[in-house]
């Protein structure tokens, strides 16, 4: 399983951590809902499988566009 050293109900540090991300960054993802999370008192915490679902959901599509041969130099 991922993120096993980082505890069930996670920090915004910890999260940053996990996800080797600033800060702003981090606040970002939360306050978009992209990572899920809670509000307790003024400390925002993020359910570890919150972080998972958004990895998960992150994944790379491996569609049409991600078939073609890779040329090194940019453009195909």
């Given at each position: 399983?991922?993120?096993?050293?980082?505890?069930?109900i996670?920090?915004?540090?910890?999260?940053?951590?996990?996800?080797?991300?600033g800060?702003?960054?981090?606040?970002?993802?939360?306050?978009?809902?992209?990572?899920?999370?809670?509000?307790?008192?003024?400390?925002?915490?993020i359910?570890?499988?919150?972080?998972?679902?958004?990895?998960?959901?992150?994944s790379?599509?491996?569609?049409?566009?991600?078939?073609?041969?890779?040329?090194?130099?940019?453009k195909?």
């Open positions: 399983m991922l993120f096993t050293q980082y505890p069930d996670m920090s915004i540090n910890d999260l940053r951590s996990a996800l080797c991300i800060r702003t960054k981090a606040y970002e993802l939360v306050s978009s809902g992209q990572i899920r999370s809670i509000k307790v008192g003024r400390s925002i915490r359910p570890k499988i919150s972080l998972l679902d958004y990895v998960k959901d992150s790379y599509n491996m569609g049409e566009a991600d078939e073609r041969p890779y040329h090194e130099g940019g195909q």
